[in-house]
């Protein structure tokens, strides 16, 4: 199928060169988080801090250093990334042992290297980079991959390092969402159904497995099955946000008015944002921001399709690989928040306070955008290139006839 054939464009059409909705999704939800965590920290930071507004100025600041990321990705071709994949893989790689080796544990994880003022979570950028990789693999291997389990195997290998090393630090929920972003990039590959079944099998054997080996990973469960079984113990968390959403009710308590951010619901301003903001806000904001993770979802498989159909299939996987990832990573933290899944150290993207993330996510929809503008260009070049053909042929001619 070629390009013009598939192109909605025609000549006397203006076509923006981002998707608007992607765009707007993306500064809506930053700045949501930037009051949120704003609100939320106050107390906490004039208490450990001496300074009200440490974490929203360091979040301040995060996002410009995300904001100049992004731009700097938005002016990287995508053939760049595709040739980077194997690199980027051993990036991730090394960050994921060095974390093991010199990484500074927080609250009973060692997931970050100190970087002088700020610290660098390894395990984004391993999520990042391997989502890189598995496209560029995908796009190589892909008759491979829809016809045998031989191409489903290769990439097998580095992911199962990359899940063991997550699980060291111990990073649970980073490995679970890396793993069902890699399993949905190869899915939307071409993976046969029937091999796709029995990959969800096992992980549901062995993602349980790999959950009560740790004794405080059982205590989560059982928590979460009844919170307020201990709301003043293992509960004290899930009891803490639910009382948030409670408070809340459907309009919220007002901006600056939650009581939970008040030294009784632990991460406010990380983990929970989510909680705060449903009780300062209420019920209908919260369904707002959940519709907003949705329409970045859409858009970003919406350009990942478009891809696809134009034959561009990194440019499909990548945008494919970074949708389920932001998507699935938002819904865990919110099921967490609400209670409908065990608690997980994942932060809310571009919402929750957290410089690796918020940058990494940054960068991520900024491909994606880029990939948008490259599609567009291709697509204009393709309407453009027979009415160019036929000037030349006119202008010569016109020049034989002189």
């Known amino acids: 199928m070629s390009i013009a054939a598939t192109a909605p464009v025609t000549l006397n059409q203006k076509v923006l060169p981002f998707d608007p909705w992607l765009l707007t999704a993306a500064i809506c939800l930053i700045l949501i988080g930037f009051v949120m965590i704003s609100s939320a920290s106050i107390e906490v930071a004039a208490v450990r801090n001496s300074n009200p507004f440490f974490y929203m ?34 990036i991730g790689f090394l960050l994921l042992i060095l974390v093991l080796i010199v990484g500074r544990e927080i609250n009973g994880s060692v997931r970050w290297i100190s970087l002088g003022p700020i610290n660098l979570q390894a395990s984004e950028v391993a999520k990042f980079a391997m989502v890189i990789y598995l496209a560029g693999y995908l796009v190589r291997r892909l008759t491979e991959v829809r016809s045998s389990w031989k191409g489903i195997a290769k990439p097998a290998l580095p992911l199962a390092f990359f899940l063991f090393l997550l699980i060291l630090e111990p990073d649970f929920g980073a490995a679970v969402v890396l793993l069902g ?16 079944a029995m990959i969800v099998v096992g992980c549901a054997v062995v993602i349980p497995s790999l959950a009560v080996l740790q004794p405080y990973r059982v205590v989560r469960l059982k928590t979460f099955l009844d919170p307020w079984a201990d709301p003043f113990g293992s509960g004290y968390q899930l009891a803490q946000a639910q009382i948030a959403f409670g408070r809340g009710e459907w309009f919220g308590t007002g901006l600056g008015n939650s009581v939970q951010k008040l030294f009784y ?39 990942g399709r478009r891809a696809e159909k134009l034959q561009q299939f990194f440019m499909a996987y990548i945008s494919y690989g ?11 933290n919110i099921g967490v928040n609400v209670g409908a899944l065990p608690t997980k150290g994942l932060t809310l993207p571009l ?29 204009r070049d393709a309407v453009n290139a027979p009415v160019k053909l036929k000037k030349q042929r006119k202008t010569r001619g016109g020049g034989s006839d002189d």
């Not at 410009?64 to 690199?87: D, E, H, K, T």
């Not at 970074?322 to 865990?332: D, E, N, R, S």
């Not at 948008?372 to 260009?377: A, P, Q």
């Open 181 to 196: 972003s890699i399993m949905g990039m190869i899915f939307l590959g071409g993976m046969k159904f029937s091999q796709f």
């Open 57 to 90: 100025i360091r979040h301040g600041v995060f996002i410009l250093i995300g904001l100049a990321a992004a731009i700097v990705a938005l002016n990287i071709p995508i053939s760049f990334w595709q040739r980077s994949g194997p690199w980027l893989l051993l």
């Open 265 to 303: 619901l632990p991460e406010a301003h990380t983990d929970f944002v989510f909680s705060v903001l449903a009780e300062e806000m209420g019920l209908v904001f919260a369904l707002l921001v959940i519709g907003l993770f949705g329409l970045l979802a859409i858009r970003m498989f919406n350009i």
């Open 351 to 379: 919402v929750s306070y957290g410089g690796s993330s918020l940058v990494v996510s940054c960068v991520m929809l900024a491909i994606v955008m880029r990939v948008d503008y490259e599609l567009k260009r291709m697509q």
């Open 322 to 332: 970074f949708a389920i990832m932001l998507a699935g990573q938002a819904l865990i």
